[in-house]
């Protein structure tokens, strides 16, 4: 089936079995491999993108369901020399140990700032229970989540 | 892991997603959110050979009051339901076991109509709905037809829908003055309920348990005890009576059993409390 996807601002174009997953699509068809499969059960997050602005579980959507939407990734978000703000304040708090989690951890940082800009660390640790560090190096990354809080800079 | 193969058709309306149900009985599944059944397909226990796609069906994708009660569109999204003032001021049960469903990911993309037609006993908006005595309506080749949320849930992952049919809708009468309480047990964050309830205390008080048997079920012993007077204490005791909870890697079934009397004692409190500062 043919697929129109709007991914990181650039508009793709394939044929694709409908059992694709989104995640499939844009690690093995578009190359982009920033985002990582993790448990493959729509459990660990490592897998989140933005589609359509929110944030999903790539491994758990599959391409012909993004057909016409807009799919941002982590490489959609800031570039090197000039990082994302939430990417800065991952840096800024070092808010990874592996690394594993962390693409799809900013991805869901993204959104949840985007849902709700005032957050306390509450709020930042219930939006981000779909998001597992296996690290368990949870405390800075509330950290810099909440770093953002209530500063309007979230790119 | 990846599905085994399906044919995919995106339907343009509730009446030709009907007609292609109709054509493929069982073989076919209804797609919202995919997040119960995508799961199921990527470990093959589900292999489905037609995929009919429904969430670009966005009429059905609505929060309506009027007449006493609420209609919401079977595609609405667990966050929209979590967010929306209106099911926060008429149903806010709904909304709170919304807010419980999986991660933010998840309420994203699921569907209440996906989580009621799936059946699946650890659900926790089909327990609300039960507790708040909600009928679905759905849509068949031989038109529409209204189905009482007691009578909907048949077994695991079982349900009233026939092959050729979609909910489109799911009503609750307003809770207006009712107290309510929604209890989760999980041992992790993102979980299904090892065990769940659900109450509703209005003219009449209304008791659902999530992952007690099968189905999620009414606890009628519970429900008839404060009937005939019996006190939250003496009632909640009660909960476990009709039920038949699974033993497996969260919990055995004595321990449900335990959970079940226990949250049901806290929820019909804080019904209670929630009845009385209104």
């Known amino acids: 089936m043919r697929v129109s996807v709007t991914v990181n601002d650039i508009a793709q174009e394939h044929d694709v079995e409908p059992r694709l997953l989104l995640v499939q699509y844009l690690r093995e068809v578009l190359g982009l491999t920033g985002t990582v499969v993790g448990c493959d059960t729509t459990s660990c997050g490592a897998c989140t993108v933005l589609l359509d602005g929110e944030s999903v579980k790539s491994c758990t959507v599959l391409a ?5 939407g807009r799919v941002t990734t982590i490489e959609g978000l800031g570039s090197e020399g000039h990082l994302h703000p939430v990417q800065e304040a991952f840096r800024e ?3 990874l140990q592996c690394g594993y989690c ?4 900013v991805m869901a940082v993204v959104s949840l700032l985007a849902e709700n800009p005032d957050l306390d660390e509450r709020a930042v640790r219930e939006g981000l229970e779909g998001n597992l560090c296996r690290c368990t190096g949870y405390h800075n990354i509330v950290r810099a989540a909440l770093s953002l809080s209530g500063t309007g800079d979230r790119g | 892991m990846i599905p085994a193969s399906f044919d995919y058709l995106r339907a343009g309306s509730v009446e030709e997603a009907v007609t292609a149900l109709a054509g493929h009985g069982e ?3 209804v797609l919202a959110g995919g997040h119960s059944l995508l799961p199921l397909m990527k470990l093959r226990l589900a292999t489905p050979s037609l995929l009919v796609d429904v969430a670009r069906l966005h009429e059905l994708s609505y929060i309506r009051t009027g007449g006493g009660q609420l209609a919401i569109g079977a595609l609405t ?6 967010r929306s003032g209106v099911v926060r001021q008429h149903a806010p049960i709904l909304s709170q076991a919304a807010s419980l469903v999986g991660d933010p990911q998840v309420r994203h993309r699921g569907t209440i109509g996906g989580s009621v037609s799936h059946g699946d006993p650890a659900s926790d908006l089909p327990a609300a709905l039960l507790a708040l005595g909600a009928t679905f309506v759905v849509q068949g080749s031989a038109g529409t037809r209204e189905i009482s949320a007691d009578d909907f849930f048949l077994g695991f992952l079982e349900t009233d829908l026939h092959p050729d049919e979609m909910l489109t809708e799911i009503r609750v009468p307003a809770q207006g003055s009712a107290g309510w309480s929604f209890q989760k047990f999980t041992r992790r964050a993102q979980d299904w309920a090892i065990v769940g309830c659900a109450v509703v205390r209005g003219d009449t008080d209304r008791v659902a348990l999530v992952n007690m048997g099968p189905t999620v079920l009414r606890a009628r012993a519970v429900e008839d005890a404060l009937a005939a007077g019996a006190s939250s204490g003496d009632a909640a005791r009660l909960a476990p009576e009709g039920t038949s909870p699974p033993s497996d890697l969260g919990a055995a079934a004595d321990y449900r059993a335990h959970l079940a009397r226990v949250l049901v004692g806290r929820a019909l ?8 500062t209104r």
Do not use: F, I, N, P
């Not at chain 1, 012909?64 to 016409?68: E, L, P, S």
């Not at chain 2, 409190?269 to 009845?275: I, K, P």
């Open chain 1, 64 to 68: 012909v369901q993004a057909d016409g």
């Open chain 1, 93 to 95: 708090h070092h808010a």
């Open chain 1, 102 to 105: 962390t693409a799809g951890m």
């Open chain 2, 27 to 29: 073989d076919a599944k």
């Open chain 2, 77 to 82: 999204r667990h966050g929209e339901l979590q």
């Open chain 2, 269 to 276: 409190d804080e019904a209670s409390a929630a009845r009385s």
